[in-house]
């Protein structure tokens, strides 16, 4: 008898008891961390051209730099991840966030020429993406590690919900903080809500990634390249709605440039609650081929739109689109991988997405100095077929 016993606790550590739908703490607390990236998504490009007066390929470079640093430090997030739990490096990343932000509040201080203000906002987007980095790894590793990699399509689906819900909210709070109550204000909100995170993760469940042989991140990288790459492409269409929304509606005369994100957050967040089941059931590569498509049909709308509200619509379709992209190549991504590595393929995995928002950001601004604002979203159409193609030609390559 009492060997029985210590067979089913040996039994009982070998089988992690998963849940069935992805720790809620961890999903509130990324959102409460990730909308210190959707707060100043709308008043960082409006601070640096019209109260900074620097030109519009700055304003990209201001942008994407967040996004250098944050996929120079995927692996050490992903590391991080594998050794010591998303729990920790989600810790490690809201702290930095935090200190982003208070960077953020110090540029706006009034008096400071424009070059330090600029290089004080900069050096904050580089502190944010490193807490990012950490931070977007960690939550998404722990909450796939609190379901189970036969749920994993469905962990991404709900922390990308998180995500792109507090952009879709970040973004007009900060916008309306901004025109009411000045840029200080907007700013010690970047600071905030990170601190608000950590409060929640504190108390939260730590769940254990599994054991094993832990691969170098560059072997990592060369096993998921394929899914990364096409997430990549899909990232340069919400690159431009990110970094140049507000100026193209300010320039088309169009007064709420603030409610594009949300319009993308909508149709995002639709979709992610009613067919985030889709890749686990039916596969990622298919979910991905029709989501890009989408996706360039949104970026499409926008481009050519001639009124506010089409444009806003192509931002809900763009919204559509984007949805499912993540959690359909990401589950791919995650089969080419051992349980061990899970971290750090989706270090690297996000990483491609981080390298789309580094370089898209100035590309478009070049695009938007040569071609206008509107050339941004033809970019972004161009970039989403791209990448259905891409998509289409590793399903096959897989079959």
Same mark, same amino acid.
């Given at each position: 008898?009492?060997?029985?016993?210590?067979?089913?606790?040996?039994?009982?550590?070998?089988?992690?008891?998963?849940?069935?739908?992805?720790?809620?703490?961890?999903?509130?607390?990324?959102?409460?961390?990730?909308?210190?990236?959707?707060?100043?998504?709308?008043?960082?490009?409006?601070?640096?051209?019209?109260?900074?007066?620097?030109?519009?390929?700055?304003?990209?470079?201001?942008?994407?730099?967040?996004?250098?640093?944050?996929?120079?430090?995927?692996?050490?997030?992903?590391?991080?991840?594998?050794?010591?739990?998303?729990?920790?490096?989600?810790?490690?990343?809201?702290?930095?966030?935090?200190?982003?932000?208070?960077?953020?509040?110090?540029?706006?201080?009034?008096?400071?020429?424009?070059?330090?203000?600029?290089?004080?906002?900069?050096?904050?987007?580089?502190?944010?993406?490193?807490?990012?980095?950490?931070?977007?790894?960690?939550?998404?590793?722990?909450?796939?590690?609190?379901?189970?990699?036969?749920?994993?399509?469905?962990?991404?689906?709900?922390?990308?919900?998180?995500?792109?819900?507090?952009?879709?909210?970040?973004?007009?709070?900060?916008?309306?903080?901004?025109?009411?109550?000045?840029?200080?204000?907007?700013?010690?909100?970047?600071?905030?809500?990170?601190?608000?995170?950590?409060?929640?993760?504190?108390?939260?469940?730590?769940?254990?990634?599994?054991?094993?042989?832990?691969?170098?991140?560059?072997?990592?990288?060369?096993?998921?390249?394929?899914?990364?790459? =096409?997430?990549?492409?899909?990232?340069?269409?919400?690159?431009?709605?990110?970094?140049?929304?507000?100026?193209?509606?300010?320039?088309?005369?169009?007064?709420?440039?603030?409610?594009?994100?949300?319009?993308?957050?909508?149709?995002?967040?639709?979709?992610?609650?009613?067919?985030?089941?889709?890749?686990?059931?039916?596969?990622?590569?298919?979910?991905?081929?029709?989501?890009?498509?989408?996706?360039?049909?949104?970026?499409?709308?926008?481009?050519?739109?001639?009124?506010?509200?089409?444009?806003?619509?192509?931002?809900?379709?763009?919204?559509?689109?984007?949805?499912?992209?993540?959690?359909?190549?990401?589950?791919?991504?995650?089969?080419?991988?051992?349980?061990?590595?899970?971290?750090?393929?989706?270090?690297?995995?996000?990483?491609?997405?981080?390298?789309?928002? =580094?370089?898209?950001?100035?590309?478009?601004?070049?695009?938007?100095?040569?071609?206008?604002?509107?050339?941004?979203?033809?970019?972004?159409?161009?970039?989403?077929?791209?990448?259905?193609?891409?998509?289409?030609?590793?399903?096959?390559?897989?079959?």
């Amino acid at each position: 008898m009492p060997s029985l016993t210590l067979k089913t606790a040996d039994q009982a550590d070998a089988t992690p008891a998963y849940l069935a739908r992805p720790s809620l703490a961890v999903i509130a607390m990324l959102f409460c961390g990730y909308l210190a990236v959707g707060l100043p998504l709308p008043v960082i490009p409006l601070f640096v051209h019209d109260k900074l007066g620097f030109s519009n390929l700055v304003v990209g470079l201001v942008i994407g730099i967040q996004f250098l640093a944050t996929v120079l430090t995927r692996g050490y997030a992903g590391h991080v991840t594998d050794h010591q739990g998303g729990k920790r490096a989600a810790l490690q990343g809201a702290a930095l966030s935090a200190l982003g932000g208070l960077l953020y509040l110090a540029a706006a201080i009034a008096g400071l020429a424009p070059a330090t203000r600029l290089g004080i906002v900069i050096a904050g987007r580089l502190v944010a993406g490193l807490g990012e980095s950490q931070f977007v790894t960690g939550c998404v590793s722990w909450s796939i590690a609190s379901v189970g990699p036969q749920r994993a399509g469905m962990s991404m689906s709900w922390t990308g919900i998180a995500m792109f819900a507090a952009l879709a909210i970040g973004a007009p709070v900060g916008m309306s903080l901004y025109q009411r109550l000045g840029l200080p204000v907007a700013m010690a909100a970047c600071i905030v809500a990170p601190l608000l995170a950590i409060c929640m993760a504190l108390g939260a469940t730590s769940y254990v990634s599994p054991g094993g042989h832990r691969l170098p991140f560059y072997r990592v990288i060369s096993q998921i390249w394929r899914e990364g790459l =096409g997430l990549m492409l899909q990232g340069v269409g919400l690159s431009g709605l990110t970094a140049f929304a507000s100026l193209y509606f300010a320039m088309r005369g169009w007064g709420h440039a603030g409610l594009v994100m949300t319009a993308f957050g909508i149709g995002f967040i639709l979709t992610r609650i009613t067919l985030g089941h889709l890749p686990d059931r039916i596969g990622g590569y298919r979910v991905a081929l029709w989501s890009l498509a989408i996706e360039a049909v949104g970026q499409a709308v926008l481009w050519a739109a001639p009124h506010e509200s089409v444009a806003l619509a192509g931002a809900f379709v763009t919204g559509l689109g984007c949805a499912l992209i993540f959690p359909a190549l990401g589950v791919e991504a995650l089969k080419r991988v051992l349980p061990a590595n899970r971290g750090s393929a989706m270090g690297a995995f996000v990483a491609f997405l981080d390298i789309a928002y =580094g370089i898209a950001g100035p590309t478009a601004g070049l695009v938007a100095g040569q071609f206008g604002y509107a050339a941004v979203y033809l970019l972004g159409m161009a970039s989403a077929l791209l990448g259905a193609g891409l998509v289409l030609i590793s399903r096959r390559s897989a079959r």
